[in-house]
């Protein structure tokens, strides 16, 4: 009887070698390829969050962060619907800068009007010949309306504003106003009445008469400086704090004065 050869037993793994099965019969390769799919789902996961911003959400934190740190309102930061979360005006300032210089440009050309900015903010000066008469504080018709067009620029931001009045080194004598002391400080008042009327909240504003301790340029002993006759309107990068008036009485100007208690001895 003729006999057959013995099988061999089966390879183990060390005979084997490294075929890329184990010991179940399914492939290695194919962990690392449900790792690599795995990732690349989460990752379109992501693309497909960020795509679909909440800008509402985004809106509210902009509000929050313009509240904090900027004089500006909302708006500025705002985003249209389905729009990404850009900021709209990156530097507000500059636009308020732009919007001035076009709405004041027959005056800025003429030489009347100059707007400068710097570390404090944006600066509107305004001869004071644009303004009032030699020697008077009161605004002419064609002033309340000058300062209209700057009122409406303003009212919509929340930064300080403060009204600077100057005059050159000639002495005003009259019986109203004794020094430029006075008809700084008076002229600047009435800029301040008049932008109030506005729309600009009153806390915002302040009101200082520098006389001529404030020139733009040398006095001339004997003729003074047609610069340094001027109305300075600083509008400040930062907001105002707010003034508490539970116990303060208004002036018939609008302005709140705390009472005066005389110290107990």
């Given at each position: ?14 005979e084997k070698g ?63 619907e389905g729009d ?81 009045g100057h005059t ?98």
């Open positions: 009887m003729e006999r057959r050869p013995n099988r061999k037993a089966p390879f183990t793994e060390e490294d075929t890329g099965h184990d010991s179940t019969g399914g492939l290695r390769w194919l962990l690392t390829y449900a790792d690599m799919i795995t990732l690349l789902l989460a990752f379109f996961i992501i693309l497909y969050a960020i795509s679909a911003t909440n800008t509402q959400r985004f809106n509210e934190f902009a509000t929050a962060v313009k509240q904090g740190f900027s004089i500006f309102p909302a708006e500025h930061y705002k985003t249209r990404a979360p850009v900021l709209q005006n990156r530097n507000p300032m500059e636009t308020l800068d732009s919007d001035l210089s076009a709405t004041l440009s027959k005056e800025i050309s003429s030489g009347n009007i100059k707007i400068s900015q710097g570390p404090e903010g944006i600066t509107i000066s305004v001869a004071d010949s644009l303004l009032f008469e030699p020697e008077q504080a009161e605004l002419s018709p064609a002033a309340e309306e000058l300062l209209k067009k700057v009122a409406a620029l303003l009212s919509p931001l929340t930064g300080e504003v403060v009204v600077e050159d080194n000639i002495p005003v004598q009259t019986t109203r106003f004794p020094s430029n002391w006075e008809l700084s400080s008076a002229r600047a008042v009435n800029v301040v009445k008049n932008i109030i009327n506005g729309g600009i909240a009153p806390g915002r504003l302040s009101a200082v008469g520098f006389g001529e301790f404030r020139p733009r340029v040398p006095n001339d002993p004997l003729k003074g400086a047609p610069e340094n006759r001027r109305i300075d309107i600083l509008i400040r990068n930062t907001v105002p704090k707010p003034v508490i008036q539970s116990e303060a009485k208004p002036s018939l100007s609008g302005a709140y004065f705390q009472p005066f208690t005389a110290p107990q001895r």
